[in-house]
């Protein structure tokens, strides 16, 4: 069983940068996919990122491109996701997940394991 914490969080200005970090305890971080999902106040849960398993193939939803980076390092059992160009837009409660079977995957069903999140506010 994978325990999984998300860190990083906080207030940021609009163009300002922010790197979560969602640390893993349990088996090897590399036999789990791991997504980075978010929701703002009133909306549903969006897949934002994901990192394969296998091979590091990385995914981004068409809002982030160009301005979110995942990234993971397994022997510190950490995925990051570092976050340019923040706005407001992307105020969220950011959430870690894993799965272990399957291919990367924005949805959330396929996911087997959940951070507790963390606050992400972008306002000036």
């Known amino acids: 069983q994978v325990q999984l914490v998300e860190s990083g969080g906080g207030l940021v200005q609009p163009g300002g940068s922010l790197r979560l970090s969602c640390a893993a305890s349990g088996p090897r971080l590399d036999y789990y996919v791991i997504g980075w999902f978010r929701q703002a106040p009133g909306k549903e849960r969006e897949g934002v990122s994901c990192i394969s398993s296998s091979d590091d193939n990385t995914f981004y939803t068409d809002s982030v491109k160009g301005r979110f980076t995942i990234s993971r390092d397994n022997d510190k059992k950490t995925v990051y996701l570092q976050m340019n160009n923040l706005k407001p837009e992307d105020t969220a409660v950011y959430y870690c997940?894993?799965?272990?079977?399957?291919?990367?995957?924005?949805?959330?069903?396929?996911?087997?394991?959940w951070g507790q999140g963390t606050q992400v506010t972008v306002s000036s």
């Open positions: 997940a894993a799965e272990a079977l399957g291919p990367c995957s924005f949805d959330r069903e396929e996911y087997d394991y």
